[in-house]
Every structure is written in C-alpha cells, then in structure tokens.
C-alpha cells in the first residue's frame, strides 16, 4: 500500500550524491531498498491499474520493468560516478524499447519532482512521422496547447537549428516541428507532495490530461515503424 515517499528519500539521494562510491552504496544497500526502491515500488504498484484502465491495457507496469536502475552506465560519460543521486519511472508499450518510445514518466531529484509524457531520444524516423503530422493536421497539435498552459506544462526537447520551418506550419507549432526529441514536463511541482500518498492522484490527473498528445506521440512510432517495415529496416 502507498502511503507516499517517506522524508528519508531525500536524506538518501542526498547523502549518496557526497559519497557515490562502492563502499558507501554496500554499506547502505538495505537502506537503499527500504527508504528508496520499495517506495518507487509501492507508487508504480498504486499506479499501474490506474495507467492500464484509464490510458492503455498495454503500458507495462511491473516495477521491476518501470523504475530505472540506481547504477549509472559510465562507459560512455566523462562523469564516472557509479550511481544516480535521483531516480524515475516510465510507463511505456510493453516490449517497446527505452529511446524512441512514447512514454509517461515520473521523477524525484533532491531539488524537485516533475512527470510528463514524451518521446526519450533522438529518433529521426518518428520526428519526420511528427513533422508530416503537423503538416496534415495542426489542429490535433494546437487542441493540447491548452492543456499544457492549463496544467503547467512546458514543452522541451533539443531543436535542430538550420532546419527550415514550412510557411504553412502555425507559429505556435514552429517549435514543435524543430524537434529532435520532445516531451512536456510539469513545471512548479512541490517536492513535499511527494511525501502524500495523494500525489498518485496529482500525476495521475496531469496522465489522464496528456494522453491526447501521448497517443499523437504513439501514432507517430507507428507511422515510422510501418514506413522502415516496408523499406526493410527498423526504428
């Protein structure tokens, strides 16, 4: 049963962004499960029947497949640090990978929380997908910008900056049609909600309200699965 985060989250996160090293998260493991997974665990446990009934049946919930892993992957970083100092969770299609998917997302960092929805990593395919959607029917688009500015929302993503804008897009989707990868993410959330377990409601609320735009995101990787299946490649 949920019954919100807890005050030791933070304390943790805290404490393991000073001393992010081996020794520390072995002496510190049990903590580690108790203070910050099993929570992450009882918040995706409260949320998973809401997403299915109310957004899709085929979002993956398991917990296990939702939360992100507190090791970093450093192989590729300049930063070696071997562990997060915060954590999320993404609700996707089942089986769908990481990058290049529409998901929901949900994250705690020591300075704040925030969720939203979005496309996580470049992906050129599904942002063309997007592109000629804009294109074809802007008003799918310009009916969410409301909702954003109504629930605080705010779009973000890197832009490509030599690419041309057709006349024909409205001003306000021209961001939109620059985007390498996109996603909307709450702004001036209050890092004690998380400490309620009424924040499930909060975000859950916010999920109900994107899931216009979630399923704009969704048809998108679709159209540019089905458009590489005919050329014989992959997203």
Not at 39 to 65: C, H, T
Not at 175 to 204: F, T
């Amino acid at each position: 049963m949920f019954q919100g985060f807890g005050d030791a989250l933070i304390p943790f996160f805290l404490d393991l962004r000073f001393h992010n090293d081996k020794s520390f998260m072995d002496a510190n493991r049990e903590r580690y499960y108790r203070e910050v997974r099993q929570p992450f665990y009882d918040f995706i446990g409260a949320m998973g029947p809401l997403m299915q009934q109310k957004i899709s049946e085929d979002l993956e919930v398991r917990p296990n497949k939702c939360l992100s892993r507190i090791n970093r992957d450093t192989r590729f970083t300049k930063d070696k640090s071997p562990y997060r100092d915060h954590l999320w969770v993404a609700f996707r299609q089942q089986g769908m990978p990481n990058d290049g998917t529409p998901f929901f997302w949900f994250e705690i960092r020591p300075e704040n929380v925030t969720w939203g929805v979005g496309i996580w990593g470049e992906n050129r395919a599904v942002m063309d997908a997007m592109r000629r959607k804009i294109l074809a029917r802007p008003k799918d688009f310009e009916r969410i910008l409301p909702i954003l500015k109504q629930r605080n929302f705010t779009l973000d993503g890197d832009a490509w900056k030599k690419m041309p804008v057709p006349p024909e897009v409205p001003p306000v989707l021209a961001p939109w049609y620059l985007k390498k990868q996109v996603y909307a993410g709450k702004e001036g959330a209050r890092l004690q909600w998380i400490l309620s377990p009424d924040i499930v409601n909060r975000v859950m609320e916010d999920y109900e309200a994107l899931a216009p735009l979630y399923w704009i995101f969704r048809g998108c990787v679709e159209e540019a699965m089905n458009q590489l299946d005919d050329m014989g490649g992959n997203v």
